[in-house]
């Protein structure tokens, strides 16, 4: 991505980058380690110049681990470990990239409670708020058109609402969740199991170029780092932990997005998953993920909205700019909604009985339209029109 400008002004990075990563090249440090280490003493510096006694006072050191740090600026291979901490910083930079640490007000919430978050992404672009109540779109490699078509359907309908689609940037599926994200001019999160300098595939640069005039691509693995197989069950927990929801179309029994989806599941997301034709045992496992109540069936952006309304109220519509004017796409049903609210703020039990609608179905069209900028949400559950 070496075309790629770096932002004007990219935020302040809470820890030193640079003393981040010479302390994630420790010998036995892995992610798990190295968050507790920074939590405990506050920045990797005091880490690095920490004595072996007041490390190993930290939960999960041991004194193996302990004399490795103390003796990592000493040991006979510190200085290749500089020389190339210099150079994966050389390349991030090159690349118009940047690093979000753990510790950086930037990194997503929703990664900071999955288990084994990555200490520090390397990022192109940047994270938004709403990235919390983006919706990540899973399938596998080799979709029918049906997949394909559904896959656009639901990314540009979820876009227009402003929520961001999530993905992985990989063939089928994902690449059409992201085209249709990028089309409609909506913010889209690519990502990859390789560095962010190694688009993967190579046919999908130039999307990677189009995600990133509205969105993001990021990697917890380091620049240059190839698309080795190892990487993408990884990368798998990424896409469904920065992501309120996932939702699986086509993919084989044993395919990486019923492994997304089984992870999506542990982490406490709501996973939702499009019917496939019974005979199509290659792309049934979403069949199989509903048959065994892991996820629920969907046909279109509606259902979704339905199921997650409750926690998407208020998320997106703070970010999204107003507009004074009624927006002119607008259903029967959300103009009958918009039709029962007065000038003064009015409670949403009011509002259903007088749009003749249950308060489920009035709740669902009234967060519609706060995401079209045509009516604003108070607290007690009174809503006016913006």
């Known amino acids: 991505m070496r075309g790629q400008a770096p932002l004007q002004h990219p935020p302040e990075t809470m820890v030193n980058v640079r003393e981040l990563l010479l302390l994630a090249h420790v010998p036995g440090i892995g992610p798990a380690r190295l968050r507790a280490l920074v939590n405990h003493f506050g920045d990797p510096r005091a880490v690095l110049e920490a004595s072996a006694r007041s490390l190993t006072r930290v939960r999960g050191i041991d004194r193996t681990s302990a004399h490795a740090v103390v003796s990592s600026l000493r040991s006979p291979g510190s200085a290749a470990h500089e020389r190339d901490v210099a150079a994966q910083l050389s390349k991030l930079n090159k690349a118009g990239g940047r690093i979000v640490t753990f510790w950086d007000p930037e990194y997503p919430e929703n990664l900071k409670r999955i288990y084994d978050p990555p200490p520090y992404l390397w990022v192109l672009g940047a994270f938004q708020p709403r990235d919390s109540s983006g919706i990540a779109i899973v ?18 309908g979820l876009s227009s609402l402003g929520l961001p689609v999530i993905s992985g940037l990989a063939r089928g599926i994902d690449t059409a969740a992201h085209r249709a994200a990028v089309r409609v001019g909506g913010r889209t999160v690519a990502i990859i199991g390789s560095g962010i300098d190694v688009i993967y595939p190579p046919e999908n640069r130039g999307l990677a170029q189009s995600i990133l005039r509205e969105g993001a691509v990021i990697s917890e693995f380091e620049m240059g780092a190839k698309p080795d197989a190892v990487n993408f069950p990884r990368r ?5 932990g920065i992501a309120l929801g996932v ?19 542990d982490q406490g997301r709501e996973v939702f998953a499009i019917p496939s034709p019974v005979r199509d045992g290659v792309r049934s496992g979403t069949n199989t993920l509903i048959r065994e109540g892991k996820a629920l069936l969907v046909e279109s952006v509606d259902d ?12 997106v519509a703070a970010d999204r ?13 959300e103009r009958q909604v918009l ?14 009985r007088r749009s003749r ?3 489920s179905d009035t709740l669902v069209h009234l967060l519609t339209l706060e995401f079209k900028g045509a009516v604003r949400q108070m607290a007690g559950k009174l809503f006016a029109r913006s």
């Open 139 to 156: 399938g596998t490699r080799s979709p029918s058109p049906y997949g394909v078509q559904v896959a656009d359907r639901l990314s540009a």
């Open 236 to 240: 798998n927990r990424l896409v469904s």
């Open 247 to 265: 939702v699986v179309i086509e993919t084989g029994p044993e395919g990486g997005a019923m492994i997304t989806a089984h992870l999506a599941l």
């Open 304 to 315: 979704i909205i339905v199921e997650l309304a409750p926690r998407l109220s208020g998320i």
């Open 321 to 333: 700019p107003r507009t004074r004017a009624t927006p002119p796409d607008l259903t029967l049903f």
């Open 339 to 352: 039709d029962a609210l007065g000038e003064a703020p009015t409670h949403i039990d009011e509002i259903s």
């Open 357 to 359: 609608l249950s308060p």
